[in-house]
């Protein structure tokens, strides 16, 4: 052969490669014929050691003719199976399936508060190791999951979930990083209390009630009050509401934003935090019978400063008496100063200063 028949044998095997590629992936399948999860749920069982597992399926027959007669208790549907673990559960579900499962769509593992933190570790230690589980979607937390993950809300659009986009859309007045790939990383590091939102059903619609502390044992909910506390004292508020009293007048500061400023020093054996938060917000209502607009200004700044800081203190005091930390100040001084730090999760040592400056940023939105 000659080494000319050799360079366009070499040049058509090449363009046979690159039409391959132009394809797409190989194992591609129809619609039509997978069973894409959208969501799943997890409860106890009715016999030790097996949990209930609820699997939410869109409806793959609606179409976008059909969708806007379709009623939204039709646009999903969902199984529930008895298993003693998720792969078990995987099984089970595609025995009723006459479609290949497809995981690669899940946006929603709803998890119950009556189900063990171990267990909890358990199954995201499957999903971290299930590949087609892409751990982009949320966790969270709530009394009855299969009630949580079946409910059809009236703002849902088949395919995606409202829960989902409530969740990721950074528009929530306190943000929980509760992608499954950043609670397996709080789970994965010493020194941090997973945490994630709870979410509870109420009539027909869902409602976030604070979030859910994956401590030993048990998870432990926080109501809003000391989730607040928890969002103030580590920055992660996003536009919140504070209503203060000044001299019997309510007064409402809005879009409240700010970030926290942390520094360590061991003294005497102990440790010291300080916790320095500045805000940023804007008079919403009220304080336009307080007299003297400067004035008014200062004495709100400090009365709102004073509610923040008190929210803080709680929830300080809270995860001091219950042993967790979901700020995750252990994490940060193993981090900053692993000398000073401890194994394991322990305040007695710990010293927590907190300090708030807050600051009015213009004359508000009514003024």
């Known amino acids: 052969m000659r080494a000319g028949d050799h360079r366009w044998l070499a040049w058509g095997a090449l ?3 690159l039409a391959a590629g132009l394809t797409g992936c190989w194992d591609q399948r129809p619609v039509e014929t997978r069973a894409a999860v959208t969501a799943i749920g997890i409860d106890p069982g009715k016999h030790p050691g097996l949990y209930r597992f609820t699997f939410v399926f869109p409806n793959v027959t609606t179409t976008t003719t059909s969708i806007a007669t379709t009623p939204a208790t039709q646009e999903f549907f969902h199984y ?11 099984s089970a579900i595609q025995r009723r399936q006459s479609r290949v499962l497809y995981l690669g769509q899940i946006r929603l593992l709803a998890l ?12 995201l230690q ?40 409530t969740l990721t859309c950074d528009c ?18 010493p020194g941090i209390t997973p945490i994630v939102p709870q979410v509870m059903v109420h009539e027909d619609n869902y409602v976030l009630r604070g979030i859910d502390l994956l401590a030993p044992g048990r998870p432990v909910t926080w109501p809003l009050a000391d989730t607040w506390g928890w969002a103030y004292a580590t920055g992660h508020v996003h536009e919140g509401t504070v209503t203060v009293n000044e001299r019997g007048e309510p007064v409402t500061v809005g879009r409240i934003l700010g970030h926290q400023d942390l520094s360590f020093h061991v003294l005497d054996g102990r440790i010291v935090l300080n916790d320095h938060l500045r805000y940023t917000g804007q008079l919403v209502a009220g304080g336009d019978a307080l007299g003297n607009p400067i004035t008014t200004d200062r004495t709100i700044e400090r009365a709102v400063a004073s509610r923040l800081l008190t929210m803080a203190q709680q929830a300080v005091k809270r995860a001091q008496a219950s042993g967790t930390d979901p700020f995750g100040w252990h994490r940060d001084l193993h981090w900053t100063d692993a000398s000073a730090a401890s194994p394991g999760l322990s305040w007695r040592r710990w010293q927590v200063r907190l300090t708030v400056q807050f600051l009015l940023q213009n004359e508000g939105v009514l003024r």
């Not at 529930?80 to 995987?90: H, K, M, P, R």
């Not at 929530?172 to 994965?188: C, D, I, K």
């Open 80 to 90: 529930t199976v008895s298993a003693a673990n998720l792969a078990d559960a995987f």
């Open 126 to 165: 499957t999903a971290v190791q299930s590949g087609p589980m892409v751990l982009t979607f949320v966790v969270v937390g709530t009394s009855n999951a299969q009630s949580l993950v079946a409910l059809v809300p009236p703002s849902e659009v088949v395919p995606e979930l409202a829960l989902y986009r």
């Open 15 to 17: 363009c046979i490669l």
């Open 172 to 189: 929530q007045p306190f943000l929980v990083a509760s992608r499954a790939w950043h609670v397996w990383v709080q789970m994965e590091t």
């Open 112 to 123: 119950s508060t009556r189900v063990p933190s171990e267990v909890w570790r358990r199954f």
